[in-house]
């Protein structure tokens, strides 16, 4: 149990039996009252009038105190976490108690008269030992009030100096620090069983809290496998019908007009793909923020003019209004959230316009991205982020997106630990509203691209490709000879050393599927050809699978990976990367 969980528990143990002992005050405050008046009777005619007074005035007062004390505690329910500030409040009465009793001890002590002394070292004792019962609740109750009682009641036998009250003397003595003992062991084991009973209550409302956040997470995995599954099946859908299409048409005229529309779908299910990967990685912790010290007004006014061809496509206004100021954040995450935000605005905005703004908060900078759209009711602003919910799309228009920007958003933020909030009101606009933590000037790192000798001739350069599937082996052998690639492909290892023996060539670059067959790993198989081949050989691992732990397999090898479907374009820039070293 960690330190800030084991401090919950005391505080709980200790409001656990201190609540007993505070409904004990408050019953038993008229009966206290009798003892101190006893007291005064037995005395009257040996103790001068006016101190007896005094001391059951100054009793009476501490009586008050008390039972204020209690009943307060007890009407405005005091939380678990500030128990032991009121449990400090009653010890510090029955110190105040301890300290007139001992007092009474000398006070009241007639010289001459042997059943007052034995009436008040008896009531002494009485009182003493009748205090453990309030040291089981609350120990300091205990021995601020039976310590200086019972220390002035030995005391006070040792000054008669005769051998009896002597040897009564020691005899208290020992039975005090015998009562301190036994009262100490009552107390431990009253919270020892209190801490049981609760340790039960928290395990069982944790198992109960587990269950249910089981049911919802198995709940959420179903309905997001199901839209996942419908909003995927749809470009598909289509994509096989235009297809159909395609092999009935008679002439170049009717194959040009369904081209656009065959890679509308494509984009269509890439852009679900890769959302559901970002996703993905984003929950198996794979993708890790690098943090740098940046001038975010820059960034803000290049989002800005990226998104102004879209805005003014639909007539609407958009601005920047920022500073200068270096922040410190991965800028490429932020950027991704500010973008997902963006784009939702002028999604949802017909009228009016967009403004990103950056203010400085102290030692942050806010973020905003303010629109006049359509805004979002109260009571569904927790429902935009999660994944697939469209608050105005319930036909799952895909022209209305995923609905999965949000959920990615919720997710960035969280891992950039800054929390993303959301202001609306329905008819006329929302804000999202972000913090960034300030930087330093003077360390700003500029984004300053290498410059590459992009010759976009890959004539000649050897490539190996390994995957089980034939269909994708004759696509890239396809595309990769139609860039000039010399290429061999291979199902599988042994398949692939054979082939390049047969072809007498050594690879430049290998690109293989991570899961080949027979269990086998596309990582292995490039590490094996590697040891062969030389260590320099660039490696690309191209992957369906977005299991975590497959994904953090590979984010720990020094491979590239490259998520099915792969943009032909990507592709391309990531081989020429390759083949194309920066200028000094």
């Known amino acids: 149990m960690n330190d800030a969980n084991q401090k919950i528990l005391e505080d709980r143990i200790s409001y656990e039996v201190l609540d007993p002992a505070f409904n004990i005050i408050r019953r038993d405050a008229l009966s206290n009252i009798l003892i101190p008046i006893i007291v005064i009777t037995v005395m009257w005619s040996e103790i001068n009038h006016d101190v007896l007074i005094a001391w059951c005035l100054l009793i009476i007062i501490g009586l008050i105190v008390n039972y204020a004390i209690a009943r307060t505690y007890v009407k405005q329910e005091v939380p678990y976490t500030d128990a032991k500030k009121w449990g400090r409040r009653l010890s510090v009465v029955s110190l105040y108690f301890g300290v007139l009793w001992a007092a009474a001890v000398f006070l009241f002590y007639v010289d001459g008269s042997v059943a007052h002394q034995v009436f008040m070292y008896t009531l002494a004792v009485v009182l003493s030992i009748g205090s453990v019962i309030s040291g089981l609740y609350w120990f300091p109750l205990f021995y601020l009030f039976a310590i200086p009682i019972m220390t002035s009641f030995v005391m006070r036998l040792a000054m008669d100096g005769s051998y009896a009250y002597l040897s009564l003397a020691v005899l208290m003595l020992w039975a005090s620090v015998a009562t301190l003992g036994f009262a100490r062991m009552l107390n431990k084991t009253v919270r020892s069983e209190t801490r049981l009973r609760l340790d039960s209550a928290l395990l069982n409302e944790a198992l109960e809290l587990k269950t249910t956040e089981a049911e919802k997470a198995a709940l959420e995995k179903s309905n997001f496998l199901a839209v996942a599954s419908h909003d995927l099946r749809q470009p598909v859908h289509s994509l096989s019908l235009f297809i159909d299409v395609l092999k009935e048409s008679k002439t170049d005229e009717e194959r040009y007009r369904l081209f656009p529309l065959i890679d509308s779908s494509l984009d269509a299910m890439r852009k679900l793909f890769d959302a559901l990967l970002d996703i993905s990685r984003l929950d198996a912790n794979v993708v890790k923020p690098k943090y740098t010290h940046f001038n975010l007004e820059e960034l803000l006014k290049k989002l800005v003019e990226e998104f102004r061809p879209a ?23 932020l950027e991704r959230v500010l973008r997902n935000l963006l784009s939702n605005a002028i999604r949802y905005t017909d009228a009016g316009g967009i403004l990103l703004s950056c203010r400085q908060r102290g030692d942050e900078a806010l973020v ?87 010759s976009w001739d890959l004539s000649g350069r050897q490539v190996l490709v390994i995957d089980d599937e034939k269909d994708i082996l004759q696509a890239m052998h396809a595309l990769l000879s139609k860039w000039g690639c010399h290429v061999v492909t291979a199902e599988t290892l042994e398949q692939a050393l054979d082939e390049l023996n047969r072809h007498d060539m050594v690879p430049e670059l290998i690109l293989s599927d991570l899961q080949l067959r027979n269990g086998k790993s596309g990582i292995e198989a490039l590490d094996t050809l590697r040891q062969k081949y030389g260590a320099s050989i660039a490696g690309i691992v191209i992957s369906g699978d977005t299991n975590p732990e497959c994904l953090n397999i590979v984010k720990d090898s020094d491979y590239t990976l490259l998520h099915k479907p792969v943009q032909p374009l990507h592709l391309r820039n990531l081989i020429q990367h390759y083949f194309s070293p920066a200028e000094d």
């Open 311 to 333: 805005a003014n496509k639909k007539n609407l206004k958009i601005k920047v209004h920022a500073q200068s100021m270096v922040v410190v954040s991965d800028s490429l995450l």
């Open 368 to 454: 905003q991205v303010w629109d006049t759209g359509i805004g979002i009711p109260e009571e569904c602003r927790d429902e935009v982020f999660v994944e697939f919910q469209q608050l105005n799309n319930s036909f799952r228009d895909r022209a209305e997106g995923i609905g999965l920007g949000l959920a990615l958003v919720k997710r960035l933020c969280d891992l950039l630990r800054q929390p993303i909030t959301l202001d609306s009101r329905p008819g006329r606009g929302s804000v999202f509203s972000t913090r960034v933590i300030r930087g330093c000037g003077g360390i700003e790192t500029r984004n300053q691209s290498a410059k590459l000798t992009h």
